[in-house]
C-alpha cells in the first residue's frame, strides 16, 4: 500500500512542477506586461505634463499681457499712442504667438500694436467689427465683467486665432462710468500649438479640445480626434472663460509588450517540455524500478533453479524456489561450494565434478547446456538441466557463473523406463520369426527387423530410406495402393485404430518373389497428423504356392473336362437327327444341351480369369454401345426386377452421340463385367427400392451403379477380393473379382464407395 502511494506521488511531481511553471510564466508574463503598461503610461504622463506646461505657459502668457495692460491702464487711462506702442514693444518682446494687441476705449477700437493689424479697425465699435463669434464674445466679456476666449473653432478667421477679450474697469468709479473699455489679445493658435508639442512627440499622441463647446459645435482644437478614442490620459487646461482638454496616448495606442510572444512561447514550451521531461524521467526510473521488482519477482517466484557461482565455485545467489528444490532455509546456501553441497563430488562414471565445474568457470561457451545429477538435502537423487553464462564485471573479466535450471527427474526416470522397453522390444522384435517394419508418411522404410535379410535376403541398409513400391511386384504395388484407401475409409469410422491384412508379392535379393501376408496400421501424432504406417508380415509363399498348385490342378481338370464335355454337347443333336422322339424327350435334349453350353462357358471363363491375372490375356477391342448392353442386362434381368418391385433408371450425363455411347472394349469381357455389377446391385437392393445407373464420358468412361443397401462391414475390406461373399449360399465370391480383374485388363479400375449412409455406389472407370 506504501509503495503504491510513493508511486502515485512520484507520477505527481512533472505534473505540480509543469503547475508551477506555469505559474511562474505567467508571473512573469504579467511582470513583463505591468513593467512595459507603466513605461509607457510614464513616457505618455511625462509628455502630457510638459505639453499642459507648455500650454499653460503659452496661455498664461496672453492672460499676463492682459494683465499688465489692464493694471497700466487704470493707472494711465489716457494712455497715447506712441505710450501704448513703447508699451506693447516691451510687453510683446518675449511672446512670439501674440499677432496683436488691441485696445478699444468705450469699445472703439483706439490702440493696436502693431499698427497695420488694425488700420480698418481704428474708429470703429467693436461689435461692428469681425465675425458674429467675436462680437458675441464681446457682449458676453462686457455683461459678465470677465475675461472671454475665443477659440479657432469659434470662429470663422482665414487666420487661426485665439482671441482674448478683457473688460477694463476704472477703479472710484461706478457702473457704467467705471467702464474704460475692451483689451484684445489675438494669439497665433498654430505657433502656440507647434510651440507646446501637441500632436505626435517621442511616440506620444497629444490633441486638444474643449471640454464644454458652445452651440455645440465642433470642440477639437488641435491633434487628432481619435487620441479621446484611445483611452487616453487627460489633463484639464484652464483658460478665461473655459477649461480645455489636453489628452495623451501611445502612438500605437496602448499595446502589450513587444516581448509578449517571446514569454509566452518559451514559457509554453518550458511548460510542455519540462514536465514531459521529467514524466519521461519519472517514467524511465520507475520503469527500471518496474523492472527490478519484476526481475526480482521472477528470479524469487519462477519455478527454476536460479544460482551465481563466484570463480572460487562458491554460491553467491540463489532464489527461493532453489532453496525449496533442495531443501534448505533461507540464506543457508550462500557462501557453500556448490560440488559438494548440491552436486556429488564425482559421477556415476568416476568424473571429478570439480575439474568439470573448474572448466565450465574458465570457459562457459563451451558447455552452455549440461545435465547433472544432484543430491538434496536430505540425500534423495535429483537430476538437473543446467543453461550456464558467464557474469562478467564492466572490464569484460568473467567473475563468476549465472545457472539456470530445471528439474528433468521424471523425465530421466521415464527415459531409462523407455530405454528399459526399447531394449524389451528391440530384443523381441529382433528375435521373432515375423518381419516388423515402419514407414514415414512418404512410406519410406524407417524401421526393418533382421528377421527380413532370412526371408528376403536384403541387408538393412538396402532397405531403410527406400520407398516400400521398390520393393514389390507390379500387381502388389497396385493391392497396396488399395489397402492405403481401405485404411482411409476405416480412419473415418474408427478414428485412429485402423488396420487392414492384405496379402503382397515382395520382390528378393536374388531376383526372387516372396509372399507376405502383412498386417497394416497407421501411425498418428499426438497432434492427431498421419506420421507413417507400421507393418507385421509373415511368409505365406507356401501357403501360395499350394493354392497355385491347387489352381493349376482345376485349371487342368477343367481343360481336361472340355473333351468329354464336347461330346455331351454333341450327343444331343446326333439323337434328335434319329427321330422317333417325343415332346418329353426333346425337352430333356433341350436341358442337356443348355447345361453343357454353360458348363462349357463356365470353363471358359475360368480359363480367361487365369490369363488376366497373369497378365496374358489378349484384348478383341471392339466398338460397344454401352446404352444397348445395359438395357439386354436389364431385360435379362426383368423377372428378378419384377418380383422385388425395384426401378432400375440410366442416366447420361456427357457422350451420348444420336442416343448411342459407344465405347472400345472387349465385348464379352465388357458386359460379363457390367452383368456381374448389375446383378449384385438388384439382389443387395431391398424390395421397392430404385437402382441408378450414371454414365459419363470426358477423358474416359465413367459408370457409378448405386443402390440401396449398404455392404456388409464383414466384407467391406474385401469386397473386391477372390471367393469374398457375403451370402455363400448364393454366389461363389467371383463376380466383383473378376469384375475389378476386366476393368483392370482395360487399364481401368473400380471401386466401392459406402460413406452415403443407406447405399452402396460402384463406380467403374475405363481409358
Excluded at 505567467?26 to 510638459?50: K, M
Excluded at 485404411?487 to 507376405?516: I, K, N, P, R, Y
Aim: include cysteine.
Amino acid at each position: 500500500m506504501a509503495v503504491s502511494m510513493l508511486k502515485r506521488i512520484i507520477y505527481l511531481i512533472p505534473p505540480v512542477i509543469g503547475l508551477m511553471v506555469a505559474v511562474m510564466v505567467y508571473v512573469g508574463y504579467r511582470a513583463v506586461q505591468d513593467n512595459y503598461a507603466q513605461t509607457v503610461r510614464a513616457r505618455v504622463v511625462q509628455a502630457l505634463n510638459e505639453g499642459k506646461s507648455d500650454l499653460d505657459s503659452a496661455i498664461g502668457s496672453g492672460v499676463h499681457l492682459v494683465s499688465a495692460m489692464e493694471a497700466f491702464l487704470k493707472v494711465n487711462p489716457d494712455l497715447s499712442q506712441a505710450q501704448f506702442a513703447v508699451l506693447a514693444d516691451a510687453l510683446l518682446v518675449n511672446m512670439p504667438a501674440v499677432r496683436s494687441l488691441q485696445l478699444a476705449k468705450d469699445d472703439i477700437v483706439s490702440h493696436a500694436y502693431p499698427s497695420w493689424s488694425a488700420e480698418k479697425s481704428f474708429g470703429r465699435k467693436l461689435t461692428r467689427i469681425g465675425p458674429m463669434a467675436v462680437r458675441g464674445l464681446y457682449n458676453r466679456a462686457k455683461s459678465t465683467g470677465r475675461r472671454q476666449t475665443l477659440t479657432p473653432v469659434q470662429h470663422a478667421l482665414e487666420a487661426e486665432e485665439i482671441v482674448i477679450l478683457a473688460p477694463v474697469f476704472l477703479p472710484g468709479k461706478a457702473l457704467p462710468e467705471s467702464y474704460w473699455g475692451m483689451i484684445s489679445v489675438h494669439l497665433d493658435a498654430t505657433a502656440l500649438f507647434r510651440a507646446t508639442g501637441i500632436g505626435k512627440t517621442g511616440g506620444v499622441l497629444l490633441a486638444l479640445r474643449e471640454a464644454h463647446p458652445l452651440d455645440n459645435g465642433d470642440a477639437q482644437l488641435a491633434g487628432d480626434p481619435v487620441v479621446f478614442d484611445m483611452d487616453p490620459l487627460v489633463r484639464s487646461v484652464h483658460v478665461p472663460s473655459g477649461v480645455w482638454l489636453l489628452a495623451a496616448a501611445p502612438s500605437g495606442g496602448w499595446t502589450d509588450s513587444p516581448y509578449r510572444n517571446y514569454i509566452l512561447g518559451f514559457g509554453l514550451l518550458a511548460v510542455v517540455f519540462i514536465p514531459a521531461s521529467l514524466w519521461a524521467v519519472t517514467a524511465i526510473v520507475m520503469g527500471r524500478l518496474k523492472d527490478r521488482e519484476r526481475y526480482y519477482q521472477l528470479v524469487h517466484s519462477a519455478k527454476s533453479i536460479i544460482m551465481r557461482i563466484n570463480m572460487d565455485g562458491d554460491i553467491v545467489f540463489c532464489n527461493e524456489y532453489a532453496e525449496d528444490f533442495y531443501g534448505y532455509g533461507p540464506g543457508e546456501l550462500l557462501g557453500k561450494p556448490l560440488v559438494g553441497t548440491l552436486v556429488p563430488r564425482r559421477t556415476l562414471e568416476g568424473r571429478s565434478m570439480r575439474r568439470y565445474l573448474d572448466r565450465l568457470l574458465m570457459n562457459p561457451t563451451a558447455h552452455p547446456f549440461n545435465e547433472t545429477m544432484n543430491v538434496r538435502r536430505n540425500g534423495e537423487i535429483v537430476w538437473v538441466a543446467w543453461a550456464n553464462d558467464s557474469v562478467r564485471a564492466k572490464d569484460g573479466t568473467s567473475i563468476g557463473l549465472l545457472c539456470v535450471g530445471t528439474d528433468i527427474t521424471d523425465r530421466k526416470l521415464m527415459e531409462e523406463a523407455l530405454r528399459q522397453r526399447e531394449k524389451q522390444y528391440r530384443l523381441l522384435a529382433e528375435n521373432v520369426t515375423d518381419i516388423i517394419w515402419g514407414l514415414d508418411a512418404d512410406y519410406r522404410f524407417t524401421y526393418v527387423s533382421p528377421s527380413d535379410e532370412a526371408v528376403r535376403g536384403f541387408k538393412r541398409a538396402d532397405v531403410l530410406g527406400r520407398h516400400i513400391q521398390d520393393f514389390l511386384t507390379p500387381a502388389s504395388r497396385t493391392r497396396f495402393k488399395d489397402i492405403l484407401g481401405v485404411l482411409d475409409d476405416l480412419t473415418e469410422s474408427q478414428d485412429h485404430l485402423a488396420s487392414a491384412t492384405e496379402d503382397f508379392e515382395f520382390t528378393c535379393a536374388d531376383g526372387a518373389s516372396v509372399w507376405l501376408e502383412s498386417r497394416l496400421g497407421i501411425l498418428f501424432s499426438e497432434e492427431g497428423e498421419r506420421i507413417g504406417l507400421q507393418g507385421v508380415s509373415r511368409d505365406i509363399s507356401d501357403r501360395k504356392l499350394a493354392e497355385a498348385l491347387r489352381e493349376d490342378v482345376e485349371r487342368m481338370a477343367r481343360h481336361d473336362l472340355k473333351t468329354p464335355l464336347g461330346a455331351v454337347i454333341g450327343l444331343p443333336d446326333e439323337i434328335r437327327r434319329r427321330g422317333n422322339l417325343d415332346s418329353a424327350q426333346e425337352t430333356m435334349l433341350a436341358t442337356i444341351e443348355h447345361a453343357g453350353a454353360s458348363m462349357l462357358e463356365l470353363i471358359n471363363r475360368s480359363l480367361d480369369l487365369y490369363k488376366m491375372e497373369c497378365g496374358t490375356y489378349v484384348l478383341a477391342r471392339t466398338s460397344v454401345d454401352v446404352l444397348d448392353v445395359l438395357e439386354q442386362i436389364k431385360a435379362e434381368a426383368l423377372p428378378h426386377i419384377s418380383e422385388k418391385g425395384i426401378s432400375v433408371g440410366i442416366e447420361v450425363l456427357d457422350g451420348e452421340v444420336n442416343g448411342t455411347l459407344p465405347v472400345s472394349v472387349d465385348a464379352e469381357l465388357f458386359r460379363s463385367m457390367l452383368c456381374n455389377l448389375v446383378l449384385n446391385a438388384l439382389e443387395a437392393s431391398p424390395e421397392s427400392a430404385s437402382v441408378s445407373i450414371v454414365l459419363e464420358k470426358r477423358d474416359g468412361l465413367a459408370i457409378t451403379i448405386r443402390n440401396q443397401g449398404e455392404v456388409p462391414l464383414s466384407v467391406r475390406e474385401t469386397f473386391f477380393d477372390k471367393y469374398s461373399t457375403s451370402s455363400p449360399a448364393r454366389g461363389s465370391g467371383l463376380g466383383t473379382y473378376s469384375a475389378r480383374l476386366i476393368a483392370r485388363t482395360h487399364g481401368g479400375d473400380i471401386r466401392v464407395v459406402t460413406t452415403n449412409p443407406g447405399e452402396t455406389s460402384v463406380i467403374v472407370t475405363l481409358p
